[in-house]
């Protein structure tokens, strides 16, 4: 009996680890997205798996315009720059958007290291703003740099556009927020919330759970 | 059936270049909306000589009664609909699965070319219809054929999803469409409107392909004397 669960326990090993027919899932809804590890089944999601979450909401800073803006930490670090070289970016109000109209406002995201996988999951809360960072209905086309992408009206109502990767081999590296509308030279593509989301490596835990079936055992 | 060419839709609300989109890789895109759906091409970078087109099936006005699948259009445009081990009903307004809870299956016949010229977006107004008849807000998720998919809410008032494939290479030969965070019994997937998109050089016409046919029958014919 004792052999035989620590035998599933290596076949759940050995599952963790193999890659499944996997790629990105889009989601309208923040709340689905949130849930969204418990129902994906891919090669670095098991029932059960805990993934991390980290939100940026833009807070801390008021009024400034540079040329890259920067945030995070570890796995869930992010920089935001202009899609124009030499542009700039602005954080107003809770947003960061693009500082000229018509630009695209591009964020990079940490690559995987060490035991960490990367970003596998990322949201945001996307709008239009004005210059003083007040929100603007408006259709953006929002891109992931593998070439998965969403374009729509974001609104109020429906400001929320997320994505999972459930491929271990392909963490989101970078986020851009493309303007469609064209709403005039004082309204400027960005975000306001962003949801960044990671899980943990297939290794650690499928050790994990070797160690775990391993203490068991000796406990016994 | 109605036709739309990408390049004739430029509204003055709308950035009518896709310059600033930059470096950033092609693959799939996926819509919400009709209008965005059909105005999107305009914004791809796909090859200069390429032109859009896209044609609507009102498969939800099918004959009403039983069908174990449904299949139209042709050439570029062909497509198929079952419902796994489930068959189909056509009620008028709506074409669903019998079976509570089942998936739908769309198979498209026309795929890209070696030129890429063929299908490259396909879009839809779905709808979630309880046992009684009534519909009711929920969300589905679309899987394609590459394994990328699109969770979304479905509702009376937004009942379109739908998807380009902005990678010219990229061939999507199907798409699944499931209840979501739903569960049986009591609730049906179902679909009133079709909507498939080509891209690749010009759109064969019916005519022209009528032609073709016909000119392809008479040489095989003279050659068979």
Same mark, same amino acid.
Do not use: C, Q
């Given at each position: 009996?004792? &052999? @035989?669960?620590?035998? +599933?326990?290596? =076949?759940?090993? !050995?599952?963790? /680890?193999? *890659?499944?027919?996997? #790629?990105?899932?889009?989601?309208?809804? &923040? @709340?689905?997205?949130? +849930?969204?590890? =418990?129902?994906? !089944?891919?090669? /670095?999601? *098991?029932?059960?798996? #805990?993934?991390?979450?980290?939100?940026?909401?833009?807070?801390?800073? +008021?009024?400034?315009?540079?040329?890259?803006?920067?945030?995070?930490?570890?796995?869930?670090?992010?920089?935001?720059?202009?899609?124009?070289?030499?542009g700039s970016v602005t954080v107003n109000n809770g947003a960061i958007f693009a500082s000229a109209a018509g630009s695209s406002l591009v964020i990079n995201f940490a690559a995987p290291s060490g035991s960490s996988m990367g970003v596998m999951g990322v949201g945001g809360d996307f709008r239009f703003f004005d210059q003083y960072g007040m929100p603007v209905d408006g259709r953006i086309w929002v891109r992931l740099g593998n070439g998965t992408s969403v374009m729509r009206n974001f609104t109020a109502a429906e400001p929320f556009v997320g994505f999972w990767s459930d491929d271990a081999s392909s963490p989101i590296l970078s986020l851009r927020i493309q303007p469609i509308s064209n709403l005039g030279a004082t309204t400027f593509v960005g975000l306001d919330s962003l949801y960044l989301a990671?899980?943990?490596?297939?290794?650690?835990?499928?050790?994990?759970?070797?160690?775990?079936m391993i203490g068991s055992r000796r406990r016994r | 059936m109605r036709h739309f060419i990408a390049g004739a839709f430029v509204s003055t609300g709308i950035i009518a270049t896709a310059a600033s989109a930059g470096a950033a890789s092609e693959g799939i895109a996926f819509f919400d909306d009709l209008k965005i759906w059909e105005a999107a091409p305009a914004f791809f970078s796909y090859p200069e000589s390429w032109v859009t087109d896209n044609v609507e099936f009102a498969v939800g006005q099918t004959a009403v009664g039983y069908y174990p699948g449904l299949s139209g259009g042709a050439d570029w445009n062909a497509w198929a609909i079952s419902a796994g081990n489930a068959g189909l009903i056509a009620n008028g307004s709506l074409l669903y699965a019998t079976a509570s809870g089942a998936s739908l299956r769309l198979d498209f016949g026309?795929?890209?070319?070696?030129?890429?010229?063929?299908?490259?977006?396909?879009?839809?107004?779905?709808?979630?219809?309880?046992?009684?008849?009534?519909?009711?807000?929920?969300?589905?998720?679309?899987?394609?054929?590459?394994?990328?998919?699109?969770?979304?809410?479905?509702?009376?008032?937004?009942?379109?999803?739908?998807?380009?494939?902005?990678?010219?290479?990229?061939?999507?030969?199907?798409?699944?469409?499931?209840?979501?965070?739903?569960?049986?019994?009591?609730?049906?997937?179902?679909?009133?409107?079709?909507?498939?998109?080509?891209?690749?050089?010009?759109?064969?016409?019916?005519?022209?392909?009528?032609?073709?046919?016909?000119?392809?029958?008479?040489?095989?014919?003279?050659?068979?004397?």
């Open positions: 009996m004792k &052999h @035989s669960a620590f035998i +599933a326990s290596l =076949a759940t090993v !050995a599952s963790v /680890v193999a *890659t499944a027919d996997a #790629a990105i899932t889009a989601y309208a809804r &923040h @709340s689905t997205w949130a +849930a969204a590890p =418990a129902n994906l !089944a891919g090669s /670095v999601f *098991t029932p059960g798996t #805990a993934a991390s979450f980290a939100t940026e909401t833009f807070a801390g800073a +008021a009024g400034s315009s540079t040329t890259s803006y920067s945030g995070g930490s570890a796995w869930s670090s992010w920089t935001a720059t202009s899609s124009v070289a030499g990671t899980v943990p490596a297939p290794g650690s835990v499928a050790l994990l759970a070797a160690v775990g | 026309g795929k890209p070319g070696t030129d890429g010229s063929g299908l490259h977006g396909v879009g839809g107004n779905f709808r979630l219809r309880n046992e009684d008849g009534t519909f009711f807000k929920g969300e589905i998720r679309i899987e394609l054929s590459n394994g990328e998919a699109i969770v979304e809410e479905i509702s009376k008032s937004n009942p379109f999803v739908g998807f380009w494939a902005t990678d010219p290479t990229l061939t999507i030969t199907s798409m699944t469409l499931s209840p979501y965070g739903l569960t049986p019994p009591d609730f049906s997937i179902g679909i009133t409107d079709l909507y498939l998109g080509y891209a690749g050089v010009a759109v064969p016409a019916p005519g022209a392909l009528a032609l073709l046919g016909a000119a392809g029958l008479i040489g095989f014919s003279r050659r068979r004397r």
